[in-house]
């Protein structure tokens, strides 16, 4: 019977999984040296924030793996060799697979600072940071204060996580403005205003220079780069982003870049193995504007999805469909379909809406050429997602969007509060432009 040995038991690895089940009834495999248990990375912050229990965040039941004949092996593999096709295991045993599927996701960035492996130092991105924090940072006397290396979307949880415990943060971002690599100016100004408001020492514009220590080897402090400030804290939490974590392949032949690159189908350099999810980069570019790698959860389902058709005999390629995404800014819900970029590029226009309160806004991104609509973010304002997948699809003009907005709204009744004032905005931007 062919053997098929998933590496990582995240969302790639685990939807890879139940799929090839679904479609037969080949051995299956998956590989984890982090937990014994698929969990769901994005519910570690309410874990922390009392909401859930761990146990709460693995959506099936211990009994779930054997009913269905996937076999768990806890273990960190040390080496691949593609010609016998064998895994060796750091712990001395080895395994052989007929097909192999790299899903090993993401780990975070170090850039070497001193004292980056301290105590008390950890990222949010796997159970062990997630027990890193609790043992810590529990409280605020225990935490005197945090500092939070890096801006984006994990950074922002985790000031959101210990501000719940009433710890002191500190948030130092690189950036003139949080997220303004991704945000164009008006909302990333406007989420710089509700960090601020929130009580969280937004630095902007600052890095990190050393991480110091006590007699015991646990954070006692932080040095920022260009002042020269010392920053007593400690727990430092590193959210610099994350990249591919594929050390451990770097010893096999299988062609590497930054991920472990693949193609369409998502398979790689050697014959039978593939990678999918947050450790997978497209050989050649990114998809439909798509970046080469992709750290978003509904990415690597979908990869997931599509292998388990190709491993089970229907080869078919990987196509994402229109961009998406969601996140929360602490109390604020951020949704984007389409493109909108921080800066309109050649021939595109924004259109760029703010409430009074200054938590609610979207922007728009047209075609100044064709007035075909591109993309919108929305902020505070819920919007559904097949509406808007459809008129990308239709390719349909920034007018008719405008004007059947509502169509789209999650909450039509609460959306009539702000519906006149964003199109007389709207119609009046294109008067002026």
């Not at 032949?253 to 472990?260: F, N």
Request: proline letters at 3%; glycine letters at 8%.
């Amino acid at each position: 019977m062919e053997h098929i040995i998933i590496i990582g038991n995240g969302i790639s690895g685990v939807t890879v999984a139940r799929h090839i089940r679904k479609l037969s009834d080949k051995k299956i495999t998956i590989v984890s040296a982090e937990t014994d248990y698929f969990f769901s990375r994005t519910a570690l912050m309410y874990v922390y924030m009392g909401h859930m229990k761990f146990e709460h965040t693995q959506p099936y039941e211990s009994w779930f793996w054997e009913k269905n004949n996937i076999t768990l092996k806890k273990g960190f593999v040390k080496h691949i060799e593609t010609a016998t096709k064998t895994l060796e295991f750091a712990e001395g045993d080895s395994l052989k697979y007929d097909k192999l599927i790299i899903a090993t996701g993401s780990k975070p960035n170090k850039f070497g600072w001193p004292g980056q492996d301290l105590k008390g130092v950890s990222g949010l991105y796997h159970k062990q940071d997630l027990e890193n924090v609790e043992q810590y940072a529990p409280n605020n006397k225990v935490c005197k204060r945090a500092v939070i290396v890096g801006g984006g979307l994990i950074g922002i949880e985790l000031a959101e996580m210990l501000s719940s415990r009433g710890i002191p943060v500190t948030f130092l971002v690189r950036e003139k403005s949080f997220w303004n690599g991704v945000l164009p100016d008006g909302e990333s100004g406007m989420i710089n205003r509700h960090i601020k408001n929130h009580h969280i020492d937004l630095r902007l514009g600052f890095n990190l220079k050393e991480i110091k220590s006590d007699e015991n080897g646990q954070v006692s402090s932080i040095i920022i780069t260009e002042t020269g400030e010392e920053i007593p804290c400690n727990y430092v939490g590193l959210t610099a982003g994350v990249s591919p974590n594929i050390d451990f392949i770097k010893t096999s032949d299988i062609e590497l870049g930054r991920g472990v690159k693949v193609n369409r189908f998502l398979e790689t350099s050697v014959e039978d193995v593939y990678a999918i999810g947050d450790c997978a980069e497209q050989r050649d570019g990114g998809i439909d504007q798509r970046r080469p790698i992709e750290a978003v959860w509904y990415t690597g389902r979908m990869m997931g999805e599509t292998l388990a058709q190709t491993i089970c005999g229907n080869r078919i390629q990987y196509k994402p469909g229109h961009w998406f995404n969601s996140a929360k800014f602490l109390d604020i819900e951020y949704q984007t379909y389409g493109w909108v970029f921080a800066k309109p590029r050649e021939n595109e226009a924004h259109f760029h809406w703010k409430h009074e309160d200054d938590t609610k806004c979207i922007t728009v991104c047209y075609d100044t050429t064709t007035n075909l609509f591109l993309g919108i973010n929305t902020f505070g304002i819920r919007m559904r997602h097949e509406v808007f997948d459809r008129w990308l699809t239709e390719q349909k003009d920034v007018n008719y969007v405008m004007d059947h907005l509502a169509e789209a709204n999650f909450d039509p009744e609460f959306f009539k509060h702000f519906e006149k004032d964003i199109l007389n905005a709207f119609k009046n931007n294109l008067i002026t432009a």
